[in-house]
T-cell receptor, first 116, second 115 residues
């Protein structure tokens, strides 16, 4: 299985500021994904990040609010911009299965964000 | 559109008792189904998955789940709960194909194991 590391693991931020979350995979992957888990709610897919192309955002999420970078096959960042308390959530990155026929995604440990 | 419903946001069982966590899905195509576990301050760990092979799927830590198409269910069970099973459990569905890794998650069930 893949090892996916996220940084920071948690942060407390002031409203109006931005936070960039980093996601590092220990092997090369084509597809990476960013999810949000709001308090008491399910995980919701924010966007798909493929290397060499712009991220594809799900309904309700826009690039201006959640810009994503994917500079290479092992790394991605998600920025939460102009934060408000409603952005307080756990943000998780995931990556495709790393072997042929593998059908599950692997997840990082998440970044717990609190906006005050 | 696909969706997942997990009945019961909190479930408590006694140590040694049966664990049953419920998951129902809706999907217009044969789905892939997953159960993940999340321990405090940790990421999601795959417990087991159904990908159209055997309908009874065995996973790690003694967990298993049965895919029942007629009931659109994929309930998670474990015969005997252990204190270390206390965690949050998520059921997820994906359509397979190009959307394989784009999961739709249920709201999660927090399992508490009582001594």
């Amino acid at each position: 299985s893949a090892v996916i590391s996220q940084k920071p693991s948690r942060d407390i931020c002031q409203r109006g500021t931005s936070l960039t979350i980093q996601c590092q995979v220990d092997s090369q992957v084509t597809m990476m994904f960013w999810y949000r888990q709001q308090p008491g709610q399910s995980l919701t897919l924010i966007a798909t990040a493929n290397q060499g192309s712009e991220a594809t955002y799900e309904s309700g999420f826009v690039i201006d609010k959640f810009p994503i970078s994917r500079p290479n096959l092992t790394f991605s960042t998600l920025t939460v911009s102009n934060m408000s308390p409603e952005d307080s959530s756990i943000y998780l990155c995931s990556a495709e299965g790393l072997s042929r026929g593998n059908t599950e995604a692997f997840f990082g440990q998440g970044t717990r964000l609190t906006v005050v | 559109a696909q969706s997942v419903t997990q009945l019961g946001s909190h479930v408590s069982v006694s140590e040694g008792a049966l664990v049953l966590l419920r998951c129902n899905y809706s999907s217009s195509v044969p789905p892939y189904l997953f159960w993940y576990v999340q321990y405090p301050n940790q990421g999601l760990q795959l417990l087991l998955k159904y990908t159209s092979a055997a309908t009874l799927v065995k996973g790690i830590n003694g967990f298993e789940a049965e895919f029942k198409k007629s009931e659109t269910s994929f309930h998670l069970t474990k015969p005997s709960a252990h204190m270390s099973d206390a965690a949050e459990y998520f059921c997820a569905v994906s359509p397979g194909g190009s959307g394989t890794y784009k999961y739709i998650f249920g709201t999660g069930t927090r399992l508490k194991v009582l001594a």
